[in-house]
């Protein structure tokens, strides 16, 4: 069988199509309407298998001419079969909903009530127009309200819809008017009605769904979805109930929200996973509910587990509150007459939750942040005299460079020991161990949260019960009770991702249960799949910004190792040594670098080209690959290569001019040092970039040149 393209007039409907399941003669699935077969079995649309050219028809199914060649009975199909249990229901995907809907509603009027109640909410014609409500028709038009779709489409599991008898009609004719919820892409997924004249007992709103029914479905309960593309733009997004409150909150408000169809018409885990598969780069929401929950325990219980489910993840969770004279919802305070800006309050899930829970004790409440950005607030802002009088806590370094709430970098090359050295790092904190000079006894690191993205589990329990050998029985004992570590690690058969604030959710909780002093990241390539590397706005939302939230709400130092980028290997000079955005180490409290020394196979220089405040004297460390130890073995001045290097450049550069090779010989050359180390140090020199070499056997002083300290109380 040979599939031939179509082309491209789109000249089908599912007129003259074969009803019900039928096996498609393209991809060999059992479908309804993903494929499609006609009654001559001589072309087929099918969902999943594209033609040469990707022409589809309106539905987005490819269009496929079937030559069924001599022998009919031969026909393979070119995937496996899909069949689909029987007595399954199969609810259509969102754009062939849409369509139906949108024609559905195409067909219908809104009467002159239902349009006043909609204006009198706050919507305008033309959104009333754009969003589509209409009135429900009476019960005896449930079949010829519908009679131009049933010749176009097939409703079959399309919810709301069913088979009486023999023939298509709509189900549940309540007086009121239509209300669509759609998705993320703005499709219209199913429709809620909002009934007119209703006792004290009934429920307001019921769904338009054909659960039960022949060849009907139930609608679910999906999420209605707003403005998502001010969504993108501000990075924040409101929670509340109900399409119709949604759709009246954003007519008033600059916002996008995400509504559910009741305050428990869908698990929290659903809302937060919408929220973030939706919108990844999301920085703070805001719970949205209606003030009930003051009084009415079931949606009290509703709302703290969906705040439950919010308040562990990285992004900022705040609960929405306003004095009940306003109105019972959002929709209805945007609307009243007396509504300020400053009328609505933001309050900050671990206060709110602490204070419902009845934890919050006598303690005022915390900073509460208005959506004002023109008047002083008061909570962020202090006078001199006010600020000075300030009691800070943990304020002490917890290693060289970084205290509590500081990100700090480590950048080196692949396979020069930065894990070795960072574990070395971590077991001497949580030993009670000094190692210099990145620890000593003047910092505080006791506990270690270690998250390693690139060993196996059995290869960093190997590597650390190699380490721990040179260990007495007390330390190890420290070590067992202090150290925690997330090793090769998958959530939702996904693997561990910080760029998903889920996932880096995960990281913190991990923090502060554990009581981490300090948050070892390895790496950044390894643990957080950032969309562009190389993008400094990119980097910064994704990289620098959530591991900065971490610090803070996890009270700890963080350390995120990096791999360095080929241009800069052996560049000592400047802090942007890293691979990828220069905003990485511009953001980092304290940037750390491992390079090669030529001394030795096993040995590796540490420097520290960014640190405020503090001078660190460039390190030469030497590895013992049978303990997985790095030892000191001198600052970088204590040796004599090293010391031989600087009073060169200091030479140089103190002429002012080109000095020629032979003049530098002549002045340094000694039995203690050879001509052939002064030329391996004149050519480590001039790829460090610390010396130019403007032609061959001259040389000058670079001008990004610094002496060390200055370089460090320049930063």
């Avoid at 539905?59 to 031969?74: A, V, W």
């Avoid at 009333?128 to 779709?149: C, F, G, H, M």
């Avoid at 950005?373 to 009691?391: A, C, G, P, Q, T």
């Avoid at 003047?442 to 019960?465: C, F, M, N, P, W």
Wanted: include cysteine.
């Amino acid at each position: 069988m040979s599939f031939i393209e179509d082309d491209g007039n789109r000249p089908y409907s599912n007129i003259g199509f074969k009803k019900g399941k039928q096996k498609c003669l393209v991809c060999g699935r059992i479908e309804n309407w993903h494929c499609r077969v006609r009654e001559d079995e001589l072309l087929g649309l099918c969902k999943y298998v594209p033609n040469d050219d990707a022409n589809t028809d309106s539905f987005g199914r490819y269009i496929h001419k079937i030559d069924k060649g001599i022998d009919n009975n031969s026909l393979q199909s070119p995937v496996k079969d899909y069949e689909v249990s029987e007595g399954e229901d199969e609810k259509l995907g969102a754009a062939y909903l849409n369509n139906i809907y949108q024609r559905f509603l195409e067909g219908l009027g809104l009467n002159s009530k239902h349009r006043e109640n909609l204006l009198g909410r706050g919507l305008s014609a033309k959104t009333i127009e754009t969003n589509k409500y209409k009135t429900v028709t009476p019960y005896w038009a449930r079949y010829s309200q519908i009679a131009d779709l049933v010749s176009d489409f097939d409703l079959e599991g399309v919810p709301g819809f069913y088979v009486d008898g023999t023939e298509w009609c709509v189900h549940m004719a309540f007086p009121g008017f239509y209300i669509p919820y759609r998705d993320v892409d703005g499709n219209i997924v199913a429709l809620q009605i909002r009934k007119d004249g209703i006792k004290m007992d009934d429920n307001r709103y019921v769904w338009l769904s054909s659960a039960d029914k022949e060849k009907g479905t139930s609608s679910g309960a999906p999420l209605h979805f707003v403005n998502p593309e001010v969504v993108r733009q501000s990075n924040e997004i409101y929670l509340t109930e109900g399409a119709l409150k949604a759709d009246i909150i954003a007519a008033n408000k600059d916002v996008g929200l995400i509504a559910t169809a009741g305050v428990s018409a869908v698990t929290p885990k659903k809302v937060s996973q919408a929220i973030y598969e939706s919108f990844p780069d999301i920085e703070r929401i805001v719970v949205a509910y209606d003030m009930d929950w003051e009084t009415n325990p079931n949606v009290k219980s509703a709302l703290v587990r969906l705040l439950d489910e919010l308040k562990d993840s990285v992004v900022k969770v705040y609960v929405a509150v306003w004095g009940e004279s306003l109105g019972k919802g959002l929709d209805d305070v945007l609307i009243n007459e007396a509504y300020r800006e400053d009328s609505v309050k933001y309050i900050p899930v671990e206060y709110f939750l602490k204070a419902e829970n009845g934890t919050g004790g006598d303690e005022p409440p915390p900073p509460v942040e208005t959506e004002t950005d023109d008047e002083e607030n008061e909570d962020f802002v202090y006078r001199w005299d006010e600020f000075s009088k300030l009691n800070f806590s943990n304020t002490n370094r917890v290693i060289f460079g970084l205290v509590r709430g500081n990100v700090g970098l480590v950048v080196a090359p692949t396979n020069i020991g930065k894990t070795t050295y960072c574990l070395n790092l971590a077991l001497s904190a949580t030993a009670r161990r000094e190692f210099s000079p990145m620890l000593n006894k003047e910092h505080s690191v006791k506990r270690v949260l270690y998250v390693d993205g690139e060993a196996t589990k059995a290869e960093l329990q190997a590597d650390i019960k190699k380490m721990l050998n040179a260990f007495d029985e007390k330390e190890r004992d420290s070590v067992s009770e202090n150290l925690f570590l997330v090793c090769d690690e998958e959530l939702d058969y996904a693997p561990l991702d910080l760029v998903n604030p889920v996932h880096i959710g995960k990281i913190q909780d991990a923090a502060l249960k554990s009581s981490a002093d300090l948050i070892i990241i390895d790496t950044l390539a390894a643990l957080m799949d950032v969309t562009d590397e190389n993008d400094n706005a990119v980097v910064k939302m994704e990289v620098m910004k959530p591991l900065r939230i971490l610090a803070k709400k996890a009270n700890a130092a963080v350390l995120l190792l990096h791999h360095s980028g080929k241009y800069y290997e052996g560049a000592p000079q400047g802090i942007n040594r890293g691979r990828g955005a220069s905003t990485i180490p511009a953001l980092a409290r304290a940037v750390f670098n491992l390079e090669r020394d030529d001394s030795g196979d096993k040995r590796v220089l540490l420097s520290c080209s960014k640190a405020k405040g503090e001078i660190f004297k460039k390190t030469l460390l030497e590895l013992n690959p049978e303990s997985r130890w790095f030892s000191v073995r001198g600052t970088a001045q204590d040796t004599d290569e090293s010391n031989s290097y600087q009073q060169i450049l200091d030479y140089v550069c103190k002429e002012g001019r080109e000095v020629k090779r032979a003049e530098i010989l002549s002045k340094f050359e000694s039995k203690e040092l050879s001509r052939a180390t002064i030329d391996r140090i004149l050519e480590r020199a001039a790829k460090n970039r610390d010396l130019e070499q403007p032609s061959h056997g001259r040389y000058k002083c670079s001008n990004t040149h610094h002496n060390p300290q200055e370089m460090a109380l320049d930063e």
